[in-house]
T-cell receptor, first 113, second 108 residues
Framework: SQTIHQWPATLVQPVGSPLSLECTVE??????LYWYRQAAGRGLQLLFY??????ISSEVPQNLSASRPQDRQFILSSKKLLLSDSGFYLC????????????FGPGTRLTVL | QKEVEQNSGPLSVPEGAIASLNCTYS??????FFWYRQYSGKSPELIMF????GDKEDGRFTAQLNKASQYVSLLIRDSQPSDSATYLC????????FGAGTTVTVRA
């Protein structure tokens, strides 16, 4: 069965510090991978998606970037965090038998102070 | 106009009753539709998906789709306290677009 991992689970960072969040998927190959952010009391905002190694599409221009160095690894980064970057960051994958369903990891709760 | 709209709630239902959640979407080309359940502080969990007009039942959950009216709903029968959560509607065309969610509280 497929499993998706994210770490860290929680993170408190000062404004202006760098960020690196990691997501890995097990039990499937060549998944589509996604990064979402959920701000408090708000819906899910798609940040990046990837259909393969090195292929990244950005949905929202901002100070975040994403990379996919391996088939089942997706990384979200920032060089300098802003207060507005606080939120719940979710990684998801798709590519199961149904094709369109997305499955979410446990998430990383980021607080920027 | 938002791509996917849901009533934010909260929707309060007594234990054992039917909870009815509604979702409308703006993109007529949308082909697949999903319902996720999100407990407070946790990530969304897929509970239902539907691709064709009509009803789809899975246990106590029924998803209903009407593409002509651009409307998808979720019924939860015999509601239990464990059903208390936020329910997210998601609609897929070229990407998955989420509604802001409806918070459901099942009171014992």
């Amino acid at each position: 069965s497929q499993t998706i991992h994210q770490w860290p689970a929680t993170l408190v960072q000062p404004v202006g510090s760098p960020l690196s969040l990691e997501c890995t998927v097990e039990g499937t190959s060549n998944p589509n991978l996604y990064w979402y952010r959920q701000a408090a009391g708000r819906g899910l905002q798609l940040l990046f998606y990837s259909v393969g190694i090195g292929q990244i599409s950005s949905e929202v221009p901002q100070n975040l970037s994403a990379s996919r160095p391996q088939d089942r690894q997706f990384i979200l980064s920032s060089k300098k965090l802003l207060l507005s970057d606080s939120g719940f960051y979710l990684c998801a994958w798709s590519g199961g038998p149904g094709g369109n369903e997305q499955f979410f990891g446990p998430g990383t709760r980021l607080t920027v102070l | 106009q938002k791509e996917v709209e849901q009533n934010s709630g909260p929707l309060s239902v007594p234990e054992g009753a039917i909870a009815s959640l509604n979702c409308t979407y703006s993109d007529r080309g949308s082909q697949s539709f999903f319902w996720y359940r999100q407990y407070s502080g946790k990530s969304p969990e897929l509970i239902m998906f539907i691709y064709s007009n009509g009803d789809k039942e899975d246990g106590r959950f029924t998803a209903q789709l009407n593409k002509a009216s651009q409307y998808v709903s979720l019924l939860i029968r015999d509601s239990q306290p464990s059903d208390s959560a936020t329910y997210l509607c998601a609609v897929n065309h070229y990407k998955l677009s989420f509604g802001a969610g409806t918070t459901v509280t099942v009171r014992a």
